[in-house]
C-alpha cells in the first residue's frame, strides 16, 4: 500500500511541481493528493511513535526512511491547497486554510521543520532524540490538525 501511495504522491507531485502548474491542477486532483499526503504521514509516523514507546523494537533503517518520508511530504504541504481544491470531492479541510493562509503556511513551516529535525535524530541513529522529536512532530500535526481540519 505504501508503494502505491508513492507512486500516487511522485505521479500527482510532477503535475504540482511549479505555482502555474498547480493552479492550472483540477481541484479534484489536489484533493486527492491532499488526501494521499495525508495517509503518507501518518503511516510513516506510527512506527515511529512505537519506537518512540518502545512497542515495536528501534530499527534504525525503518527510521530513516519513515522520517524522511515526512521531511519530504513536509516540503510539499503548500501545494495541496491550491484555489479550488476547498470544493468538490470530499474533503475534511476548514475553510480557514484559504481564509488564513500566512496561518496554515506558519503551521506547515513549523511541521516541515519538526520533520526534518525528526529525519537527522534518525540518520544519527539515536533513539534518545529520535524519541524526544516524535513528540516534536506529532504536537505540529495535531496544531494544524486543531486549526485547519474538521473532525
Known sequence: MKHALITALIGTSTLLASGTA?????????????????????????????????????????AIRNAAILELTGKMMMETVA???DKGAETRAKP???SDAAGYKKVSD????????????????????LKAQI?????????????????
Do not use: F, T
Open 22 to 62: 498547480s493552479a492550472q491542477a483540477k481541484p479534484e486532483d489536489v484533493i486527492k493528493y491532499r488526501k494521499a499526503l495525508m495517509v503518507m504521514q501518518a503511516n510513516s509516523v506510527r512506527p515511529l511513535a512505537a519506537m518512540a514507546k518502545g512497542q515495536r523494537p528501534y530499527d534504525k533503517d525503518i
Open 83 to 85: 484555489a479550488g481544491s
Open 96 to 98: 480557514e486554510i484559504w
Open 110 to 129: 513549523n511541521y516541515s521543520a519538526e520533520a526534518a529535525k525528526l529525519s537527522e535524530a534518525a540518520k544519527a541513529g539515536n533513539v534518545d532524540a
Open 135 to 151: 513528540g516534536g512532530v506529532i504536537k505540529a500535526c495535531d496544531s494544524c490538525h486543531d486549526a485547519y481540519r474538521s473532525k
